[in-house]
Structure formats: C-alpha cells, structure tokens
C-alpha cells in the first residue's frame, strides 16, 4: 500500500539553451540537489499539484507546457521515524526562459544547469531515470 504520492517536476526551457532548474534542499532536509517535488494533497491531481508546488518552492507561475513524463516509482523511506512507501510521479515543465526564482523555506539555494550538470548534481537513481525520460521526450 502507498502512503503518499508525490509529483517531481523537472523544470526546464530551451530559450536561449537547454537549461534545467535544480533546488538545493536546507541542510536538515538532506541537503540535496532535486527538482520541484512535492505530496499530493487530498482531493488534488497531480497537474494540480505540480504548479502548486511550482509556484510555492519557485515562485514561477509562467509556464509553457506540463508534460507527464509516464515514469513513476515507487520507494521507502522514513519520515518522523514512520517507514512510509512513497510513489513519485514525474513530470517536465516548459517555461518561456530562464527567469528568477524565490526560493521556499525548503531550499537554499537554485542553479539552472545543462543537461550533464543536472546529472552531476543529482544524488537518486529514480530522480537521473526521469530526468533522462525528461530529455528524451522533449530531445534535449
């Protein structure tokens, strides 16, 4: 049985170059480099619940195009010293251009990085599967 369903939403634009946002988790939150990531709330969807969390951890509400990236997964962890199984589903996120970000008290830090920075940034296999997802369906 899956506790909590979560989105990861891989933000991205092509304008001028391919580049791809990534959020630098506070130290007592892990401390690691991840795209918008976020619980589902009851009774929302999960497109829904992407450009919830966009707008909460980024402040970016201009956005091109949400892509399902049809790639979920689903893990264990501990939360509260509760072992949950989680699920993520994963998506791509079009805006029109590299723009600021206002970070959320989640994150300390953002990079909009290329394609082989965002893969030596990221720490989980399952966040470097959907990222090449990501890439392969938008040809990046």
Known sequence: MID????????YTINPL?????????LNKGGYWQPV??????????????KRELHEETGITNVTNIINLD???EFETITRDVKMSMMDISFGVEVPQI???YLSKEH??????SKAEVKKYL????????????????NN
Do not use: H
């Open 4 to 11: 909590r369903v979560n989105i990861l939403a891989f933000v």
């Open 18 to 26: 391919p580049s791809f946002l990534l959020l630098k988790r506070v």
């Open 37 to 50: 990531s976020g619980g589902i709330e009851i009774n929302e969807q999960p497109i829904q619940d992407v």
């Open 71 to 73: 790639y979920s997964y």
């Open 99 to 101: 723009q600021p970000v």
């Open 108 to 113: 300390e830090l953002y990079k909009w990085c």
């Open 123 to 138: 720490e989980w296999k399952y966040s470097i599967l959907a990222f090449e997802k990501l890439c392969d369906v938008t």
